[in-house]
């Protein structure tokens, strides 16, 4: 069955520095997401892209975050400037057309903890 | 405001027994509802989702929910608990739109007394 994957499964880094979380969503989906989750929270709304540009993001999605889909596969997250409370569990999803237009397939997530 | 509340923070149960965890919704226009689950290092599972029809839903692993307007709830329910079913549940919910945001509530973890 096909699935959204996502690397690293963790990732640890200093305060400041930049990350990339990479989600290969399923293949012939269109719509992409990404959602974090604080420790002890809701899983948040950051962003939705579609059709190479955003389609929607939350107040939480700052000039600090960028997303891209750089080639057929991949659907990035940049975070520019880490900060301490960026630490959270970053799922990425996507959706696809049709009769599949309705459901969101979320990946593992990949964890961060800034330091 | 459109929100979600799971009321129960953690539930136990025992093996076999029956179980219900509660959502209640704020959502201006018809929502489309979901129930997601997350193991223990796995991502977020959809169980069951409801726009329309029938307002009994099955899903996977056995688990089933109503929707109840009247209520504004969408309670998930399972007859005979696994030990397998120990996890975190998650409700939210959306507008039947293709890229909008789903709402998430915060969740109710259950644990499987043996």
């Known amino acids: 069955e096909p699935e959204v994957t996502q690397t690293p499964s963790h990732q640890v880094t200093q305060m400041g520095q930049e990350v990339i979380l990479r989600c290969v969503p399923i293949?012939?989906?269109?719509?992409f997401y990404w959602y974090r989750q604080i420790l002890g929270q809701k899983v948040e709304f950051l962003v939705s892209?579609?059709?190479?540009?955003?389609?929607?993001k939350s107040e939480i999605f700052d000039d600090q975050f960028s997303v891209e889909r750089p080639d057929g596969s991949n659907f990035t997250l940049k975070i520019r400037s880490t900060k301490l409370e960026d630490s959270a569990m970053y799922f990425c999803?996507?959706?696809?057309?049709?009769?599949?237009?309705?459901?969101?397939?979320f990946g593992p997530g990949t964890r961060l903890t800034v330091l | 405001a459109q929100s979600v509340t799971q009321p129960d923070i953690h539930i136990t149960v025992s093996e076999g027994a029956s179980l219900e965890l509660r959502c209640n919704y704020s959502y201006g226009a018809t929502p489309y509802l979901f129930w997601y689950v997350q193991s223990p290092g796995q991502g977020l599972q959809l169980l069951l989702k409801y726009f329309s029809g029938d307002t009994l839903v099955q899903g996977i692993k056995g688990f089933e929910a109503e929707f109840k307007r009247s209520q504004s709830s969408f309670n998930l329910r399972k007859p005979s608990v696994h030990w397998s079913d120990a996890a975190e549940y998650f409700c939210a919910v959306g507008p039947y739109s293709s890229a909008s945001k789903i709402i998430f509530g915060s969740g109710t973890r259950l644990s499987i007394r043996p």
């Open positions: 293949s012939n989906h269109l719509y």
């Open positions: 892209f579609y059709n190479n540009e955003i389609s929607e």
């Open positions: 999803a996507s959706m696809g057309t049709g009769g599949e237009a309705d459901t969101q397939y």
